[in-house]
Structures are given as C-alpha cells and as structure tokens.
C-alpha cells in the first residue's frame, strides 16, 4: 500500500488543523492505522492509532484530549485533527499503516507516507 499525507502547514498557537493521509489499493481496511511525527533532532515518535473499523483509537500522552484521529475506509483515508495546537507539536507529521499489529510502536507499522510539515509559531 502507498500512502500519502497533506494537510501540513504553519499555524499559530492555539490553532487547529487536520492531516489527510490517503491510501492507495483495495485492502485499506484491513490496516491498522497510524499517525507518528519526527521534531528536529528527535526520534519519531507515536502519535496516534486506530483499529481497522475506527472502533479503538489510542493517543500518546502529549497529544491526548487535543488529538484525534479517524478514519473512513469508504475513501481509503485517516485523518488527524489537531486542536489546541502549541509551538512542540511542530514536527514532520507520517501516517503508516499496519498488517497485524494494532500498535504505537514504529516497528510494528509496515508502510510509511512520505511526512507533511507543521509548523506551529508562538
């Protein structure tokens, strides 16, 4: 499967925005989904996850109650909309998908799109 992630883009403290992330082939149901996010000079990090139905979403601590993520399989298509934006979620935001593992580990994804920026200003 190839994915593809937009909807970056520079945005003020306090904003929202929302990541599309676009997935190619007839087998996008069958895929955990996930959003992880690389800062400079940082490791990537886990974002958030959802399950092949949208029925169970997980979040990483730092983004919890101000993220969510969804998906509709109807358009092959997860989204992340990101509220209560703060300058440290700035970072290179990737979507990935999963074969087996419903996870918020980088190991366990098996396909990557290719990252869209954030940028939040203070």
Do not use: H
């Not at 087998?27 to 955990?32: G, H, N």
């Not at 940082?42 to 979403?57: D, L, N, P």
């Not at 979620?89 to 918020?104: E, H, I, K, M, N």
Request: a positive charge; glycine letters at 10%; one cysteine or more.
């Amino acid at each position: 499967v190839q994915l593809q992630a937009s909807g970056g883009g520079l945005v003020q403290t306090g904003d929202s925005l929302t990541l599309s992330c676009v997935a190619s082939g007839r087998t996008f149901s069958s895929y955990f989904m996930g959003w992880f996010r690389q800062a400079p000079g940082k490791e990537r990090a886990f974002v958030a996850a959802i399950t092949w139905r949208g029925s169970s979403t997980r979040y990483g601590d730092s983004v919890n109650g101000r993220f969510t993520i969804s998906r509709d399989n109807a358009k092959n298509t997860v989204y992340l909309q990101m509220r209560s934006l703060k300058p440290e979620d700035t970072a290179v935001y990737y979507c990935a998908a999963a074969r087996t593992l419903y996870s918020d580990a980088i190991s366990d994804y098996d396909y990557w799109g290719q990252g869209t920026q954030v940028t939040v200003s203070s």
